[in-house]
């Protein structure tokens, strides 16, 4: 099969909007008779495109459809009520009854359900030697009850055809709008290897990039990936979330239990807000150490062992896959944490405290009130805080895959590792700033409870501490040496027969 690149056809109308216009954007060609060969240059258009069938009418096979027009290909598409769908589709393309579709094209896509696929056994002898592409998503409870997916039914259905699953992670908006909205990669799976290769060039031709999965039986893995819901953020968000509930209840008992049960004091109203922002600048900055805390451990690892050449433990692994999505729910912690603390001043219980502060210097007559320390040590505070989630903001920026494709690795590096050491270090002394003094002010501790900050410090100072040590010369360029390759016990003892006698070797790496 040929394969023929075009540049990417302009969006076309939403799928809701297609069903109502059978003119205007529809009616104009998708496609220009100059087309672009794979060298960039432009080359005329071919008299006679290739043919690719479409069985289904529904808003994944029209938007197939427009994207087959306007990649260079003739589309026919069969229905069972050609007349009522024909204005839905492309006028480029030709929609008629399912028998009539199947005739001339060596390509059709099953764009239907699973149940639906029995009614196409009618149409055995005319699909047989054909390349079906199953395009079928089942839902979650239809992905548990069946032991075979969709694509090895078809298979089992049509055993004279090439059975091939693709496209089922492309959603229909991404096929209308093109692969530069959406993700480009297309999982491709089947047992045989030219019908394969045959929709991967027509994968190619339409702007995406192909990814062999391998034979059919992966198809049921290829079924699984949309049903997954943020499989790499299940760990990363219970973490949080556990921090969360935590700390909120944590600085629940010791300011408001804890004036109620010994003051007699109702402080319940700062449940909403005040707690809030209380927790979560605690949860965004032990989340912070918690990226960084892994790689020091490796670090440690390896020093110990003296070899980087053994796996770190499951434990460690995982953790060190998941630093990525821990870092961005501290962003957003961070982030949140100084929205709270604007909406600070509206709250009406902070103009109730203010006026009664005034009326009380009223009363004890002073006419000036300036505490010289206070007021450095919130400039100092406040500032910290800003330049640490500036900091956070331009590493959260860069791990977005169209800015990290951007950097080499010494610039990947030097953000993620060097600048992010950098708002660990501005969050702590952050946090010190805040915290000054309370921590040996005896009042602070309620119900015998320290106060928050001094637990959330734990974390944090362990990696400072330890990323110090690892840059003393000798800690530094023993570990420098490992990761060169490098091993304590580098001696690999081998042996090679030389005149029926066994000679010891010793190879040092």
Known sequence: ??????????PGVRVTEMATKTSGEMDKPLISRRLVDSDGSLAEAPSEAPKV????????????ATRLVGSGFGVVVGSRNPKRMAGLFPSAA??????EAVGSPEVIFVAMFREHYSSLCSLSSQLAGKILVDVSNPTEQEHLQHRESNAEYLASLFP?????????VISAWTLQSGPRDGNRQVPIC???PEAKRTVSEMVH??????VDMGSLVSAREVEAMPLRLLPGWKVPALLTLGLLVFFYAYNFVRDVLHPYLQEGKNKFYKLPVSVVNTTLPCVAYVLLSLV??????????????????RRFPDWLDHWLQHRKQIGLLSFFCAALHALYSFCLPLRRSHRYDLVNLAVKQVLANKSHLWVEEEVWRMEIYVSLGVLALGTLSLLAVTSLPSIANSLNWREFSFVQSTLGFVALVLSTLHTLTYGWTRAFEESRYKFY?????????LVPCVVILARGLFLLPCVSRRLSKIRRGWEKDGAIKFTLPMDHTLAQKTSHV
Not at 205 to 210: L, N, R
């Open 205 to 210: 031709a339409m702007g995406f990039t192909p």
């Open 160 to 168: 004279t055809c090439s059975v091939v699953k693709a496209f089922n």
């Open 94 to 99: 030709q929609v008629t009854f399912q028998e």
């Open 449 to 457: 409870l320290p106060p928050t900050f001094t637990l959330t410090l």
């Open 53 to 64: 069938g479409i069985l289904g009418s529904g808003d994944f096979a029209r938007s197939l």
């Open 292 to 309: 960084y805390l892994p790689g020091v451990l490796a670090a440690a690892l390896q020093l110990r062992r003296g070899t980087k050449y």
């Open 1 to 10: 099969m040929n394969t023929y690149l075009v540049p990417d056809p302009r």
């Open 190 to 192: 089947s047992d045989q």
